[in-house]
């Protein structure tokens, strides 16, 4: 009887475990039916580490959950696959680290009602209002660095998600003359801004790390929004 049972417990563990390999993460499974390509599987060299997969964000917990590949759409791919390989041209053994990619619109509300110590308009320099949606939640932006032959990111004067015009590229020439950024960290930031523009990504005025292929407007003409 014993021996019966523990053959059972073997096969229930069995078939549990074979059910869950077979269940596809629901937000990975959306983007995949929306066309959206898996990053790494098309560009050799980019590492991936989605920040609000971790607790390492400016929330301080996972929203992620099973997210935790980077996702795009596919013509944003190619042109990360350009970016790349212009990254590795001009600096051997570098790769882009990708930090957000792909992102729900129900986790981007997330995000907005996270940052109630600013008013909605200030809160719109540092999230998107999900009424008006992120380009992220068009597989058309991506929030990334740039890490060394050994896979750490290079300093770039803040963290990533700093909230303040430390992380302002439009503010980067007076930093540096007041001696608030430095000139490595600067650099470095160049060095990334200029793998991404020269493969067609877009920066913005107020992060150093985020990158368009597409323009809001384009973004929503061309895509459906990720659920």
């Not at 729900?104 to 540092?126: G, I, M």
């Not at 998600?161 to 001696?179: H, N, Q, T």
């Amino acid at each position: 009887m014993k021996r019966h049972f523990a053959k059972a417990g073997i096969i229930l563990l069995l078939s549990l475990s074979l059910k869950a390999q077979k269940t596809t993460c629901a937000a990975e499974l959306s983007m995949q039916k929306q066309g959206l390509q898996e990053v790494t599987a098309q560009v050799p060299g980019v590492l991936v580490e989605l920040k609000y997969a971790t607790t390492d964000n400016f929330m301080g917990k996972d929203v992620y959950g099973c997210l935790t590949h980077a996702y795009l759409q596919k013509e944003t791919v190619a042109m990360l696959k350009k970016a790349q390989e212009n990254l590795e041209k001009a600096h051997p053994g570098y790769h882009l680290l990708i930090y957000d990619a792909a992102r729900p619109l129900s986790k981007q509300w997330e995000l907005w009602n996270t940052l109630t110590q600013f008013t909605p308009e200030k809160r719109r320099t540092y999230v998107a209002d999900p009424k008006e949606h992120s380009i992220h939640n068009y597989g058309s932006a991506i929030d990334l660095t740039v890490a060394d032959e050994k896979g750490k990111p290079l300093e770039m004067g803040t963290k990533y998600d700093f909230f303040g015009e430390m992380a302002y590229p439009k503010e980067e020439a007076r930093l540096l003359k007041a001696g608030k950024l430095s000139a490595k960290a600067l650099a470095n930031r160049l060095i990334l801004r200029k793998a991404m523009t020269q493969a067609g990504f877009m920066p913005i005025e107020y992060e150093w790390w985020h990158f368009n292929a597409f323009s809001r407007k384009v973004a929503k003409e061309k895509f459906q929004v990720i659920p």
